[in-house]
């Protein structure tokens, strides 16, 4: 089975339905900002106030190294950053390699911006700290949208989906 990277906004359900997806096949679960903290020492919220292009360029050498580690049995399931489309070093390592097949969580504007400011705890994140936070996240998640929509070789509409819906859906749509 390929490498499947769930791609999405920010509280897409990338990480829950990843582990229960590892969980159906028999894969391993590996989050993506998680990598990109390990090997930088830093948060990527850290790294990404220190300026996009810094956590960008630490996303895609975790990326690379990920893609480049050697393979175990069974199937690695990599929730990505929600950003991971506007990076075209990490979208050029995905295309180039085989074996990487990208699942694009889709969720509306509204529903990833309730998730988001939720979760928040009164900290948006760096990227939405603008003068109309909730405006660039609804242009940001639009413009996203679109890309992964064309990047994806799997959408998987997420809305009103359990984690293990999500992952049950993305295997059978695998398998079929």
Known sequence: ???IFLAGPKHSGKTSAGKALAALCSGRFIDLDELVAERSGESPRSLYTEGPAVFRKAEAAALAALIGSETIPGARIVAAGGGL???PDAIALLENTKTALCVYLDVSAETAWERISGA???ELPPFLKTGNPRETHRALHERRAAAYRQFAR???EAERKSPE???REILERLTH
């Open 154 to 156: 799997l959408t998987i």
């Open 120 to 122: 928040a705890g009164g």
């Open 165 to 167: 819906e999500i992952a």
């Open 85 to 87: 489309i506007d990076n």
């Open 1 to 3: 089975m390929e490498d």
